[in-house]
């Protein structure tokens, strides 16, 4: 399997723009930017966002796969990822979880979302410090 994106850029960096197309259709053309990725004065996306929402993803499924697999229903799963930067490049992620989940107590629940954070295919290629917190609800 294989997934592509493509970048379309004109301009200098900081004057410049461009625009963001996947494979799938969901970003079509969708603007990126200086002021989209460092000063949010232009609605449009960045890498970094882009990435917080492929390892959200990407998380959030593992966990998911996880739960399944040891045999607990699953209400709903909703998880925040947060990139940190700082002048010399991104310096970690942090995920939050939430999940409601029947049957399960919070240190199994716990458990499960620490071995994602491991594992998830977007931690696995990530040479940067990730965390995570788990928060069960009923």
Same mark, same amino acid.
């Given at each position: 399997?294989?997934?592509?994106?493509?970048?379309?850029?004109?301009?200098?960096?900081?004057?410049?723009?461009?625009?963001?197309?996947?494979?799938?259709?969901?970003?079509?053309?969708?603007?990126?930017?200086?002021?989209?990725?460092?000063?949010?004065?232009?609605?449009?996306?960045?890498?970094?966002?882009?990435?917080?929402?492929?390892?959200?993803?990407?998380?959030?499924?593992? %966990?998911?796969?996880?739960?399944? &697999?040891?045999?607990? *229903? =699953?209400?709903?799963?909703?998880? /925040? +990822?947060?990139?940190?930067?700082?002048?010399?490049?991104?310096?970690? %992620?942090?995920?939050?979880?939430? &999940?409601?989940?029947? *049957? =399960?107590?919070?240190?199994?629940? /716990? +458990?499960?979302?620490?071995?994602?954070?491991?594992?998830?295919?977007?931690?696995?290629?990530?040479?940067?410090?990730?965390?995570?917190?788990?928060?069960?609800?009923?």
């Amino acid at each position: 399997m294989k997934r592509s994106a493509k970048a379309h850029w004109e301009g200098s960096v900081k004057e410049g723009k461009g625009n963001l197309t996947t494979q799938s259709g969901v970003l079509n053309q969708t603007n990126y930017s200086f002021k989209t990725r460092f000063t949010g004065e232009e609605k449009g996306t960045n890498p970094e966002e882009l990435l917080a929402a492929a390892h959200a993803g990407c998380f959030t499924m593992a %966990v998911s796969f996880a739960l399944t &697999g040891k045999g607990f *229903g =699953i209400t709903f799963l909703d998880t /925040e +990822a947060t990139v940190s930067m700082d002048h010399a490049g991104i310096t970690g %992620v942090h995920l939050v979880i939430i &999940g409601n989940i029947p *049957g =399960i107590d919070a240190q199994e629940f /716990e +458990a499960i979302t620490k071995e994602a954070e491991k594992n998830c295919l977007i931690s696995k290629v990530l040479n940067i410090p990730i965390s995570s917190e788990a928060h069960l609800v009923h």
